[in-house]
C-alpha cells in the first residue's frame, strides 16, 4: 500500500501561483510513477501531469504545458506540481496518483494509489 497526503491548496488570484505537495508513505516512492489529476465541480477527472519513477521523464496535459511543472523529491518521498500563470478554469480539487508505470497515469489516466485531494480556486 501506498498513502498520498496532497496539500498546498488554496485561493489566488488569477495570474498567481501555488505549489501542490504530495507526500508518500509505505512501499518504497522511487519505485512509482507519480502524476496529477483534477476534478472541477461538474465535470470529470482529468489527467494534469505525470513523472517517472525515477524523474527523468514528464507528460502534461495540453491544457497546462508552459505554466504548470511536475517534479519529485525521492529523498523526501514527495511529488510537487509548481502551478504558475493560473487561470479560472483551473479551479478544482487536484488528486495525486501513483502507479507503477507513467503511462498507467499519462496514457490510461488512472492510479493504483490515490490522495484525498486539495482544493484549489482561482479567481477572477
Known amino acids: 500500500q501506498v498513502q498520498l497526503v496532497e496539500s498546498g491548496g488554496g485561493l489566488v488570484q488569477a495570474g498567481g501561483s501555488l505549489r501542490l505537495s504530495c507526500a508518500a508513505s509505505?512501499?518504497?516512492?522511487?519505485?512509482?510513477?507519480m502524476g496529477w489529476f483534477r476534478q472541477a465541480p461538474g465535470k470529470e477527472r482529468e489527467f494534469v501531469a505525470a513523472?517517472?519513477?525515477?524523474?527523468?521523464?514528464?507528460d502534461y496535459a495540453d491544457s497546462v504545458k508552459g505554466r504548470f511543472t511536475i517534479s519529485r523529491g525521492n529523498v523526501k518521498n514527495t511529488v510537487y506540481l509548481q502551478m504558475n500563470s493560473l487561470k479560472p478554469e483551473d479551479t478544482a480539487v487536484y488528486y495525486c496518483?501513483?502507479?507503477?508505470?507513467?503511462?498507467?497515469?499519462?496514457?490510461?489516466?488512472?492510479?493504483?494509489?490515490w490522495g484525498q485531494g486539495t482544493q484549489v480556486t482561482v479567481s477572477s
Open positions: 496518483a501513483a502507479a507503477n508505470r507513467i503511462h498507467i497515469i499519462a496514457t490510461l489516466h488512472r492510479g493504483d494509489y
Open positions: 509505505g512501499r518504497t516512492f522511487s519505485d512509482y510513477a
Open positions: 513523472i517517472t519513477a525515477g524523474g527523468s521523464g514528464t
